[in-house]
């Protein structure tokens, strides 16, 4: 029997299903590795907004993550909301107790409707807690902002960005460019430490992009359980999120959920 490849997802829940653990599931499943999870709150949640907000104590963020790494043993592991500086120490705990040295951290900060999904003094945690021990950061530009200080404005402000997110500890940026308005296409730049390298792809305009971070961080970490180099793994994740926002499946009357169908769909020659 061929080896089952294991991730890992340490998330809240989104009831809706279009972000968080569930949709960092879908990703898993779909890209061909076994996903588990360790929930760190429950959020009330739909295409309009967020409801309500309920975390996890650190205790049972902590007893979920022993009872994965001393029997699961996850292959890649990543990081979406952590809510406060508290959970992040302890999932940073944990990965250190564990040696899970393929970590992507989706520093998730803001829920697409607008509501808060980390805590304001949770960002000094997240800074010199969880980075040092990532092997790629995935952001946004507001949350590079938020993260360097700095205002992007331009392809030159997030190549700085990027830099200045590297000296805090991951060895891989990518910063993404879903945000930056005014352009035919979408420029998501990966950093090294020494060079970029830019992946491009046509610009959607579409409201239903509800979790396309957390799908495309999914995808990453799915691509590095499977021994995927970062190049592979942040190329497929572009080409699984571009087919998931390009193939809506618009449901609900607001910022609705990506298809996570759609690029297994694509391989096998179907499309809406």
Do not use: C
């Given at each position: 029997?061929?080896?089952?490849?294991?991730?890992?997802?340490?998330?809240?829940?989104?009831?809706?299903?279009?972000?968080?653990?569930q949709a960092d599931l879908k990703t898993f499943q779909e890209l061909g590795?076994?996903?588990?999870?360790?929930?760190?709150?429950?959020?009330?949640?739909?295409?309009?907004?967020?409801?309500?907000?309920?975390?996890?104590?650190?205790?049972?963020?902590a007893a979920q993550l022993d009872s994965v790494g001393t029997d699961l043993a996850p292959d890649a592991v990543k990081t979406g909301m952590l809510f406060s500086s508290g959970l992040?120490?302890?999932?940073?705990?944990?990965?250190?107790?564990?040696?899970?040295?393929?970590?992507v951290v989706d520093p998730v900060m803001i829920a697409k409707g607008g509501s808060p999904l980390l805590q304001q003094e949770a960002v000094h945690a997240l800074i010199t807690s969880l980075l040092p021990l990532a092997l790629v950061i995935t952001p946004n530009i507001p949350e590079a902002e938020v993260l360097t200080g700095m205002t992007i404005t331009?392809?030159?402000?997030?190549?700085?960005?990027?830099?200045?997110?590297?000296?805090?500890?991951?060895?891989?940026?990518?910063l993404k460019g879903g945000h930056e308005e005014?352009?035919?296409?979408?420029?998501?730049?990966?950093?090294?430490?020494?060079?970029?390298?830019?992946?491009e792809s046509p610009r959607i305009h579409t409201r239903h992009t509800h979790g396309t971070g957390c799908t495309y961080s999914a995808a990453v970490a799915a691509g590095?359980?499977?021994?995927?180099?970062?190049?592979?793994?942040?190329?497929?994740?572009?080409?699984?999120?571009?087919?998931?926002?390009?193939?809506?499946?618009?449901?609900?009357?607001?910022?609705?959920?990506?298809?996570?169908?759609?690029?297994?769909?694509?391989?096998?020659?179907?499309?809406?």
């Open positions: 029997m061929s080896k089952v490849f294991k991730a890992l997802t340490v998330a809240g829940s989104d009831s809706g299903g279009g972000a968080g653990i590795v076994y996903g588990m999870s360790a929930l760190t709150a429950v959020t009330a949640q739909n295409t309009l907004g967020v409801q309500g907000v309920y975390p996890l104590e650190a205790v049972a963020v992040i120490r302890v999932v940073a705990d944990k990965v250190r107790q564990y040696g899970w040295t393929k970590l331009s392809l030159a402000g997030r190549e700085a960005a990027a830099k200045l997110i590297h000296t805090m500890g991951p060895q891989y940026v990518v005014g352009t035919a296409h979408v420029t998501d730049l990966l950093y090294d430490g020494q060079a970029f390298a830019y992946l590095f359980a499977k021994g995927q180099g970062i190049m592979e793994a942040v190329h497929t994740a572009k080409a699984f999120i571009q087919a998931a926002i390009e193939d809506s499946l618009n449901l609900g009357a607001g910022h609705g959920p990506t298809n996570h169908f759609a690029y297994q769909n694509r391989l096998r020659g179907v499309r809406p």
